[in-house]
């Protein structure tokens, strides 16, 4: 849709208050200062009223940017093809997409499950562990968070998402991410099923986990027969510089997560990428975990010309990524009062400002003068930097210029205000 007129925007904030959620349309609205998306590519998307943005964020979907021309190419041609499966015959766009990510990822795991979302890819790997151990405890993280599904809800951490929905899945237990002997400790009991973690938790705030804690973790997890599962959906991809962080280690993973980007920014595509043991359920009984959608065509046609694609842009991803580290900790140093800490690894990148009323005023104020970032939302005093691997170095400078501009007017504005008064 490339349609820049006024009624456009008004149409949509009507109808997302009228028919969906009416702060969907306000905290929209404020972004766009009253304007919608209506199209995107490379790093940026066009505004109703033809301004455009540039796109950092996205959930970490967009790491090849937006409408990367061999993805819609062999999404396109696809389209004209067959875009559904029939799901009685066998689709070669599944079988071709699986080796892919298996010869990609070039290791153990060699077993592939797609789903459609991140939490897809969760339900999946917790079931299989399940039914392999005949165990039911799992062992997931602080801070975790590993989509909304009422499954993965259960390995998520944060209240705000889990409060009036419990008893969730039962035999989860969330451990400090410091505590090496944690996996240990809940493995004596003897029902131990899984662990699961992300290597670097993006949605807390872009937090590493310390590797050789995950090592000893994934150690005992072996140890007691148990299974690990690295949730790689934000991280991996080389977004956080690897194919995979975990694989990178020479941790013994019995499965690799992977979502958001694995569609090339273009369809929604996940999979749990596992070993011959913990796929075994699927092995005897395929039907024992699918979905209608999982695995279609139509995405599966992009997973192939995304992951080539990644390769193409690591290089430039990692001279990018050392630009921005730069830049962003020049920056922290020039408002030490209001930026606390910068984090991150390759192009993920985590800024915590003083107060979450600061990370709210700079996500609004970013979007306004064109810049879009993601906020997090179990975090709200931290936002996350999420450039594309095409990006170039002026476009890491552009972004970091206009954050500096931002925070600068963030803190004549919030600084002015006495504690308490709201805007
Ligand atoms: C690490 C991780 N796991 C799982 C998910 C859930 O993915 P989805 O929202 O596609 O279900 C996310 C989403 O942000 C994620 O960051």
Same mark, same amino acid.
């Given at each position: ?290 979905? !209608?959608?999982?695995?279609? =065509?139509?995405?599966? /046609? ?5 992951? *080539? &694609? %990644?390769?193409?842009? +690591? @290089? ?65 005093? !931290?936002?996350?930097?999420? =450039?594309?691997?095409? /990006? ?5 400078? *552009? &972004? %970091?210029?206009?954050? +500096? @501009? ?18």
């Amino acid at each position: 849709m490339t349609r820049h007129d006024d009624t456009l925007p008004k149409e949509t904030f009507g109808r997302l208050r009228r028919h969906m959620s009416p702060a969907l349309a306000l905290s929209g609205k404020f972004a766009g200062q009253g304007e919608v998306e209506v199209s995107g590519e490379g790093c940026e998307v066009v505004l109703s009223d033809g301004r455009r943005a540039l796109d950092f964020g996205s959930y970490a979907v967009t790491l090849l940017g937006h409408r990367y021309p061999a993805v819609v190419d062999a999404v396109r041609g696809q389209l004209e093809a067959m875009p559904v499966s029939t799901r009685t015959l066998s689709s070669p766009l599944a079988a071709a997409a699986a080796e892919e990510v298996v010869t990609y990822l070039d290791s153990p795991l060699r077993r592939v499950y797609f789903g459609t979302n991140g939490a897809d890819a969760v339900e999946v790997a917790v079931k299989l562990a399940r039914l392999v151990t005949g165990r039911s405890t799992v062992v997931a993280v602080r801070g975790a968070y590993h989509g909304k599904t009422m499954g993965a809800l259960a390995l998520t951490s944060h209240e705000r998402f889990r409060t009036g929905l419990e008893p969730l899945l039962g035999g989860v237990q969330h451990v400090d991410p410091a505590d090496g002997d944690a996996v240990r400790r809940a493995a004596a009991a003897g029902d131990l099923a899984a662990v699961v973690f992300e290597p670097v938790q993006g949605e807390n705030g872009v937090v590493p986990l310390d590797t050789e804690v995950l090592r000893r973790w994934s150690d005992d997890a072996k140890r007691a027969g148990a299974f690990v599962i690295a949730d790689e959906i934000q991280v991996g991809l080389r977004r956080a510089g690897e194919r995979s962080l975990s694989l990178a280690a020479g941790l013994p993973v019995d499965a690799v997560l992977l979502g958001k980007p694995l569609g090339g920014g273009v369809v929604p595509v996940s999979a749990a990428v596992c070993t011959q043991e913990l796929y075994q359920p699927l092995i005897e009984d395929p039907f024992r975990h699918t979905a !209608t959608f999982g695995g279609q =065509p139509l995405c599966m /046609a992009a997973v192939p010309a995304a992951l *080539r &694609a %990644v390769e193409a842009h +690591a @290089d430039n991803g990692a001279r990018v990524s050392k630009a921005l580290e730069t830049l962003l900790k020049d920056l922290r140093a020039r408002f030490p009062d209001v930026l606390t800490a910068v984090r991150g690894r390759g192009l993920i990148w985590g800024v915590d400002f003083a107060t979450p009323e600061y990370a709210g005023e700079t996500v609004v104020g970013l979007a306004q003068r064109g810049l879009l970032v993601s906020p997090c939302l179990s975090r709200p005093g !931290t936002l996350r930097l999420l =450039p594309p691997l095409i /990006a170039t170095e002026a476009d890491v400078r *552009r &972004a %970091v210029l206009l954050l +500096a @501009d931002t925070v600068e007017a963030a803190r004549r504005t919030i600084g002015g205000r006495r504690p308490g008064e709201v805007a």
